[in-house]
């Protein structure tokens, strides 16, 4: 393990809890999966924590552990709507798409539609798109919309569970007791009691979709005659 990573993961293990609560959390802001302390899947864990992402960013700011580190970005800030260097982002993907190839001369000016042919404005609208998704739908989306354009299968738009999700006006949480509707093979509606274990999105087009609904309960039907719109959460009166 590099000794730098040795370092923070001490610095957090000795630091006051006031000054790392912030940071923690049980979701990986790479894969935004849920991780187990008994399955880290290549994690970095620190308790029910995750610490270090399945890619090794520092989800804790080395900063407040101690560790001097001025270009730690913060996964909690909402992304900016106009990013500083959307330009800049656009004319690194144009080289990359260079680099690979990519502006093959075969194609010709007009058979992409005249001046966007040129691989900078291409690359600038890629980023803006991608600018524009991430700062209003986050990064999840944009990752399910980069899977959507590489002709990954509908499996592969599956996202990862979530710990809340609304659709439709209709808001929950893993944990929530609920009270749904559905019909039965004749026709009849019927009413069934449960509680929601896994919500896990799929993307859909342009759309988050509550998919991979689980809910759990002895008279849940399990025929699949009902859905995300036909559930109500129960509150206390």
């Given amino acids: 393990m590099d000794i730098d990573v040795l370092t923070y993961l001490n610095a957090v293990l000795q630091a006051p809890m006031g000054h790392i609560a912030p940071y923690l959390t049980s979701v990986c802001t790479e894969c935004d999966r849920h991780v187990s ?40 800030e909402p992304a900016e709507s106009t990013p500083e260097s959307l330009y800049e982002r656009g004319e690194a993907l144009a ?23 040129e691989e900078k404005l291409v690359g ?8 524009w998704l991430e700062s209003r739908r986050g990064p999840i989306a944009v990752r ?8 990954f299968t509908e499996d592969e738009s599956y996202i990862g569970q979530v710990p809340l999700f609304t659709s439709g ?25 449960g509680v929601v274990k896994a919500i896990g999105p799929t993307y859909w087009g342009s759309e988050l979709c509550p998919t991979g609904l689980v809910v759990e309960g ?6 699949g005659s009902w859905d995300w719109h036909d559930l109500k959460k129960v509150t206390e009166s």
Wanted: negative net charge; charged residues 20%.
């Fill in 169 to 193: 006006g209709i808001t929950l949480s893993v944990g929530d007791d609920v009270v749904g509707t559905s019909r039965d093979s004749s026709g009849e509606e019927r009413v069934f009691h």
């Fill in 218 to 223: 002895p008279d849940v039907p399990q025929d």
């Fill in 144 to 151: 399910a919309a980069d899977k959507e354009a590489m002709y």
């Fill in 124 to 131: 600038a609208a890629i980023a803006a798109l991608r600018a």
């Fill in 37 to 76: 302390a008994s399955k880290p899947d290549g994690h970095g864990m620190v308790g029910n924590s995750v610490v270090i992402g399945c890619e090794g960013y520092w989800l804790i700011d080395p900063n407040v552990v101690g560790i001097y580190y001025p270009d730690w970005l913060d996964w909690r």
């Fill in 95 to 117: 080289k990359l798409a260079e680099s690979l190839g990519m502006g093959d001369p075969h194609l010709g000016r007009g058979g992409l539609g005249g001046m966007f042919f």
